[in-house]
Every structure is written in C-alpha cells, then in structure tokens.
C-alpha cells in the first residue's frame, strides 16, 4: 500500500448519496452515509451500522437543535452539519481510552485479550451521526448511526481491528435527545 493510500485509510471521509426514501409520507430524503475506516476495505454505509430509531411528535428541526446539543453535551465535535437535510456527523472522531466520562470498552467492542477489553486499549476512531427524517409536519424519524476501528498504540506492527458498537452511545444519545425535546 502506497503512503498516500495509508493517509487516505487513516482519514475518515463521508460521502453523502442522497436517495429516495420508500413509504415516507413527505418528501423526505433518506441520506446513506460512507465512511472510510482502518480494517475495512471498503468504504462503510455508517447507517447500516445503527441501532437506534426512534420517533417523536415534533418537527425535524427540534429534533435537529436536540440533537446538536446532545452532541455538544458528550463533546462530540461535529464535522458535518445539514439542517436541511437533517444530517449531523462527526466523521472523524479519534478517542484512547475514554469518550468523556465514558470508557471506550462501553462503547465500541474489539475483542478482548488477556489485558481486558481491547476498546480500552487501542486508538479508536470512529464515525457518529444522527439523520433526521420528517415523517409528517410535526413528526420526525431520527436514527443515531456508529462505525469504528480500532489500531494498536504500538503502531502500525499490528493491523487495524474492525469494531461494533455495544449499542451503549448510541442509547445514550437517543435518550439526551429525548430529554432536550421535552424536557424530563
């Protein structure tokens, strides 16, 4: 691999596909999002990655400023901001050990070795998003969306692990939205 290649690999790149989304109620687009990571090939569609959906009876631009908020609550900077389109993304989230309060192994899950988990262990860089579609006037459809890798601190010796996320940020970001909605 060539060391322009290996830049290009280290660096997270989003690539925005706008499509038409099926059976939504306004003229909404769905936006699939490409990442780039360490330990995959292929660019990655970060929001096959997702493991929160969830609805509420508010305009998309509430849930929009919502979930700005709540990005700036875990500080998660954001890279890419789309209020019409309804996209936040940080594409280029790179964490060691912790992401605020939180340990990267609650997070992110690379496998364990006999130093515990492996998330705590290695640099982490991930890709967070959250889409926000209209579903009608006041209701909205958000899904909060998560791909990482992980690369050994001992360099480039080992090569770059491929991560799932535990589910864990992505619970945590849907509820703060929720809260900063409505409240309680």
Known sequence: MSRANSRLVGVLVVALLASARPGAAQVQQATPLAVRLPAYDHPVLLDTMETQRRHEDVMREAVFVAARKVFEELQIPITFADSTRGILVNSQLIATRRLGK???????????????????????????????????????????????????????????????????????????????????
């Open 102 to 184: 939180y340990r990267m192994g609650q997070i992110i899950d690379c496998g364990t070795n006999l130093n515990g988990d492996v998330a705590d262990q290695y640099r982490i860089r991930m890709a967070v998003g959250v889409i926000i579609d209209s579903l009608a006037p006041s209701q909205s459809e958000y899904r909060v969306l998560i791909a990482a890798a992980g690369q050994s601190l001992e360099g480039a010796s080992r090569p770059p692990l491929a991560c799932a996320s535990t589910g864990f940020l992505e619970q945590r970001i849907a509820k703060l939205i929720g809260v900063k909605i409505w409240g309680s």
